[in-house]
């Protein structure tokens, strides 16, 4: 077996992002590296996973105050990088799957075209290279009827196949470092799981880093080698399994969250007074 490559793609240190000069800060000195592997951002809605996430795509709106001593992708500074630059990063080396599809998709494109678009952009094909690259891609995301599926618009596929258009489109040209912002939680829970299956699968052949955005911290469990844990933009927490969890947040999030093993009548809520006095000032 090859040994791992542990030098980080990504390397982020004392990220902070504030939203507005007076606001109070989204993300706060925000410290992690991911290597070829696959690292997990989890805590509840307003914790600052998205911001992250956002920053290092440089997605953020204008008004973002976004700082950090380093932000480094693939050894080059992500904040110094020109906004051209930083659109052929995107969706090249660096990829963002977001939770809907069916807003990351152009209404007025078919999916064959999209795809095709993105082949001509990332891989350099042209033509009918290019779109027999995009029903390959459908193929290789497990869409069954992939010559009905390429002519269709977005608004023609149900949310699961939109999902998998995008991980075609945005894993297409292999990226290094692949974003997904609760990938799945705008879809019905019956595909939740295969999508996940497909990512993580792709994710692998590629030999990409993969940061999973998730509220969910044993969906996360399941997929990632390392989970960081924020809460109130700050990382309380890193784990590589959920055993060694001591902040009581993160056990709070582990007990809000159903274990399908163990059927609870009712789930725990999280208990603010404790979880504060745990945190550093
Ligand atoms: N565009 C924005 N303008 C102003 N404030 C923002 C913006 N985006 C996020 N914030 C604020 O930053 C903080 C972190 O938000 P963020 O969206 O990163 O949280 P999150 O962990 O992704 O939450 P969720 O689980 O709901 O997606 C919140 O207080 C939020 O209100
Ligand atoms: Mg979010």
Redesign the pocket.
């Given at each position: 077996m090859q040994d791992r490559d542990l030098t980080p793609i990504l390397s982020v240190q004392n990220l902070n992002?504030r939203?507005?000069r007076n606001?109070?800060a989204?993300?706060s000195n925000v410290s992690f590296d991911v290597a070829r592997e696959r690292i997990g951002?989890v805590?509840?809605?307003?914790?600052?996973?998205?911001?992250?996430?956002?920053a290092i795509m440089r997605l953020?709106?204008a008004?973002?105050n976004v700082v950090a001593d380093r932000l480094e992708f693939n050894g080059e500074p992500l904040l110094e990088k020109t906004e051209k630059e930083m659109g052929r990063l995107r969706g090249k080396d660096l990829a963002l799957i977001m939770?809907d599809p069916r807003y990351s998709l152009n209404p007025v494109l078919t999916i064959g075209r999209q795809i095709a678009e993105s082949a001509r952009l990332h891989l350099g094909l042209k033509g009918d290279g290019a779109m027999a690259h995009a029903r390959h891609m459908l193929e290789r995301v497990r869409i069954k009827d992939p010559d009905r599926v390429l002519k269709l618009y977005a608004h023609q596929i149900s949310g699961g196949m939109g999902q998998r258009v995008m991980i075609a489109m945005m894993l297409l040209a292999k990226p290094k470092l692949v974003i997904a912002?609760?990938p799945t939680s705008a879809l019905d829970v019956s595909v939740r799981k295969d999508v996940l299956v497909l990512l993580d699968e792709l994710v692998r052949e590629n030999n990409s880093g993969l940061i999973l955005?998730?509220?969910d911290i044993r969906m996360v469990a399941a997929f990632c080698e390392r989970i960081l844990v924020?809460y109130s933009?700050r990382i309380v927490e890193t784990l590589t399994n959920l055993e060694e969890a001591q902040h009581p947040y993160t056990k709070g999030l582990i007990a809000a969250m159903p274990d399908p093993r163990r059927p609870v009548r009712r789930l725990k809520v999280l208990d603010r007074a404790s979880i504060e006095a745990n945190i550093a000032p």
């Open positions: 992002v939203f507005g606001a109070i989204a993300v951002i805590g509840e809605s307003g914790s600052g996973k998205s911001t992250t996430g956002r953020l709106p008004r973002a939770q912002d609760e955005i998730s509220h924020m933009g």
